[in-house]
């Protein structure tokens, strides 16, 4: 079972950029499809991006498309978030998730592996 871990997020003025990462521990990561969720206090978990195995199939939140670029490196076991131009409504825990499928994924109950998360703090 792979394991993930998120790493780069913090605290950042609105209109500003972070770039999240997750490495993953598995050699066979690129079996995986891979997807990043976002949680605010108070709220339930909500979904932000997905990319398949390959990287070349990608579907954005609609909250964040233009914004956000979600990407991956499998040679390196890792998937990346790319957050421009963000808002303080984008505050939240940020978790990678890996499922081991060749398809896409929107819903948080498709994924059987989950990070520890990373804090993303917009300020206003």
């Known amino acids: 079972q792979v394991q993930l871990v998120e790493s780069g997020g913090g605290l950042v003025q609105a209109g500003g950029s972070l770039r999240l990462s997750c490495a993953a521990s598995?050699?066979?990561?690129?079996?995986?499809?891979m997807g990043w969720f976002r949680q605010a206090p108070g709220k339930d978990r909500e979904f932000v991006a997905a990319?398949?195995?390959?990287?070349?199939?990608?579907y954005y939140a609609d909250s964040v498309k233009g914004r956000f670029t979600i990407s991956r490196d499998n040679a390196k076991n890792m998937v990346y978030l790319q957050m421009n131009s963000l808002k303080p409504e984008d505050t939240a825990v940020y978790y990678c998730?890996?499922?081991?499928?060749?398809?896409?994924?929107?819903?948080?109950?498709?994924?059987?592996?989950w990070g520890q998360g990373t804090q993303v703090t917009v300020s206003s």
């Open positions: 990319i398949g195995w390959s990287g070349s199939s990608q």
């Open positions: 598995r050699r066979a990561f690129s079996n995986y499809a």
């Open positions: 998730a890996a499922r081991r499928n060749y398809g896409l994924f929107l819903d948080a109950g498709d994924y059987d592996v």
